[in-house]
């Protein structure tokens, strides 16, 4: 498959989003690196209003400077999602100043066996639910209200291939994201009729730092341009699931209907570890 660049993927995207109802106020959780800040560079235009947040203050501060460059509004916050009272202040009044049309609750962080065949340990563990299920649940439920007044909006819920199989390497991390899919999946459910739309992101493999402290086999992977691509044509349709790359969900899905011991022993097959880079778990 070709490689298409960061700049390639934004313009398309931009294109794109012009021949739909494109939301004016975007928000991103997790915005200071990977997907998140590939996102909101793709969402970055005049006009559009952008609340970004993440725990890196530096990497943050660089991708809202990037995104003012491209004509777009832009509020920035330090924020770790798992504050719930931070998260609800500062939506709430970014939904009060602009109206919430899209979030985007892609905070997330990737723990498991780590490079020395060591497990990750309960605080660890604790803390990976905090942030990728809690962090979503924060995000959402504070936006829920508002949207549901108006009757519009949308919400995308960044879940993982991971969600569809446990794998020994990464117990939380695949707990934490079989989570925010039920959840995804209910609330869409539940919001059918109110005019909100519910979109369930279920990436696999694709170039980021939480790929890299993945020290395994990876199969099928995107680039992020490519990613970024699947991600924004998906929202743009209002999908309800979003997933990529196929192959490897189906994969991944023939391993949970297998009987469970066949299934261990596939999964065991592709044992990993994580490398402990603390300043790239932080997004």
């Not at 991971?162 to 959840?183: E, H």
């Not at 199969?219 to 044509?233: D, M, S």
């Not at 790359?245 to 044992?271: H, Q, W, Y």
Request: aromatic content about 4%; proline content about 5%; charged content about 15%.
């Amino acid at each position: 498959m070709p490689s298409v660049s960061s700049g390639d993927v934004a313009k398309s995207s931009k294109s794109s989003m012009e021949t739909q109802t494109a939301p004016r106020c975007v928000v991103i959780s997790g915005a200071s690196s990977g997907l998140g800040a590939a996102l909101a560079r793709a969402y970055a235009a005049p006009g559009r209003i952008l609340g970004l947040c993440g725990r890196n203050e530096t990497r943050l501060a660089a991708v809202a400077e990037a995104c003012r460059q491209q004509g777009a509004q832009v509020h920035a916050a330090r924020l770790d999602v798992g504050d719930a009272a931070s998260v609800a202040a500062w939506l709430n009044q970014l939904d009060a100043a602009h109206g919430i049309d899209l979030l985007i609750a892609n905070a997330g962080v990737s723990a498991g066996t780590r490079a020395n065949g060591s497990p990750e340990g309960l605080e660890t563990a604790c803390g990976v639910v905090r942030t990728n299920l809690l962090g979503v649940m924060n995000c959402v439920e504070t936006v829920l209200p508002g949207m549901l007044a108006r009757q519009r909006g949308h919400i995308a819920v960044v879940a993982s291939i991971a969600a569809y199989r446990g794998l020994p390497d990464s117990p939380s991390y695949c707990a934490s994201k079989a989570g925010v899919l039920a959840y995804g999946e209910a609330l869409r459910g539940a919001l059918a009729a109110g005019g909100v739309h519910v979109s369930v992101i279920v990436p696999g493999f694709f170039a980021s730092p939480m790929s890299v402290r993945y020290q395994g086999r990876k199969l099928f992977p995107l680039t992020e341009a490519q990613a970024v691509a699947r991600v924004i044509g998906g929202l743009n349709r209002h999908a309800a699931r979003i997933v990529f790359p196929l192959r490897l969900a189906v994969l991944m899905r023939a391993a949970d209907l297998l009987p469970p011991r066949l299934g261990d022993r596939i999964i065991r097959a592709f044992a990993f570890r994580i490398e402990d880079r603390p300043d790239e778990a932080a997004t």
